[in-house]
């Protein structure tokens, strides 16, 4: 079972093992924006804070943090290197934990303590999923699981009320994968892992889709911002905006408000616009 830990950026895996997924941390914002002229106090605390206390009400048995843990790059800021390193053991005091690389996450390994995995950015596999950041390709045997689990997007809505204002609101987006994009870059035909074997037509059709399913995590650190996917996008970001049916991804909110696929939010959104438009 795949399922979202209600009203928070947090995924439940439950198999053999039962996994917690954060993705998008980016812990040590705050020196970047203090470089920017914006100055607020460190939110690493409160970051430890709210996932121990998820970890202490769900019990998982593994803690995936699905890449950008720190945020500064290509250098690491002093804030970093004082917590990340206090962070990461905090937790690992808890739980074991697993980090998968992201773009990042620079010199990650040289802070990270005894009893914390490193994954590479090709991510890995556990239980049958899939996981990894998002900024690249992942290997072969992580793209070729039947579920996957990614992040580094920072997916996100912009919701407008009747006057025009707007918000952006954080949503998980669960899609198919499109088996030709897999094919192009892998060179080889894409069968899902728990599909291998049997007939390929049943594991794909003349569009291009796969029956292979990926979500995407929203950033667990609120200050990051997001990614709208309901308007238009110029940054390709790696892999992800071309390997997934986008117009067929199924958007949730935190809360688990389902709001249909991104195809049927962009009709109604320009349906909304006409309507507006008439009546000036």
Known sequence: MIAPVYNAPLLLV??????????DL????????????????SQTGRILARLLGFIEEIRPDRLVLLGDVKHNVPRTSWQER?????????????????????NHDSNL??????????????????????YFHGHTWPDEKTM????????????AIRLSDPLGHGTA???????????TAVEEHYGQAYDCDSNRGSNRDS??????????EIIIAPAFNHLCGGLLLNEPVEDMRGPLMVVIDWDRARLHML????????????????RRNTEHHRKQ
């Open 169 to 179: 609101c954080p949503v998980w987006a669960r899609a198919r994968i499109m088996r």
């Open 82 to 102: 004082t917590e990340v390193p206090q962070f990461l053991k905090s937790l690992s005091s808890a739980v074991r934990v697993d980090v998968v690389v992201g």
């Open 26 to 41: 980016h812990l040590g914002l705050e020196h970047e924006l203090f470089l920017s002229g914006i100055s607020i106090p």
């Open 14 to 23: 439950q198999g053999e093992e039962k996994v917690l997924v954060a993705a």
């Open 203 to 212: 594991n794909s059709n003349s569009n291009g889709h796969s029956n292979g």
């Open 144 to 155: 070729f699981a039947k579920h996957l689990v990614a992040g580094h997007l920072h997916p």
């Open 255 to 270: 809360d688990g408000t389902d709001l249909g696929t991104l195809s049927e939010i962009k009709k109604a959104q320009r």
């Open 109 to 130: 390994a040289d802070m990270a303590p005894m009893g914390v995995r490193i994954r590479p950015a090709s991510g890995f596999v556990l239980d049958g999923v899939g």
